[in-house]
């Protein structure tokens, strides 16, 4: 079974910085990856996409220059690094797997394989 697993997740103090993990479980992450998240009673957002080579990247405007995606092939993880936190970022972040990594598939993903989510609250 083709499923993603997010680590990374926690409580944080406004403007410090966390990083989370994308890993593969029972297949090689041979694709272009994105974050997500979706809050309580809010719209899924797209965060970032990679694809597979790392060669492209694309960034939501409400995380640009904050956020950094990245992949480490040889390990099979994909990370996101989230820098200057604010209590807005709450939620729980996603990554999936993409059939591209585009502003479309940001928008409006199709996937069918998505990890579980990780929760991480910025709070004072």
């Known amino acids: 079974q083709l499923q993603l697993v997010e680590s990374g997740g926690g409580l944080v103090q406004p403007g410090r910085s966390l990083r989370l993990s994308c890993a593969a479980s029972g297949f090689t992450l041979d694709y272009d990856i994105g974050w997500f998240r979706q809050a309580p009673g809010k719209e899924r957002e797209g965060l970032s996409c990679?694809?597979?080579?790392?060669?492209?990247?694309r960034y939501a405007e409400s995380v640009k220059g904050r956020f950094t995606i990245s992949r480490d092939n040889a390990k099979n993880m994909v990370y996101l690094q989230m820098n200057s936190l604010k209590p807005e970022d709450t939620s729980v972040y996603y990554c999936?797997?993409?059939?591209?990594?585009?502003?479309?598939?940001?928008?409006?993903?199709?996937?069918?394989?998505w990890g579980q989510g990780t929760q991480v609250t910025v709070s004072s």
């Open positions: 999936a797997a993409l059939l591209q990594c585009s502003s479309a598939q940001l928008s409006d993903p199709v996937s069918e394989v």
């Open positions: 990679i694809s597979r080579g790392g060669s492209v990247t």
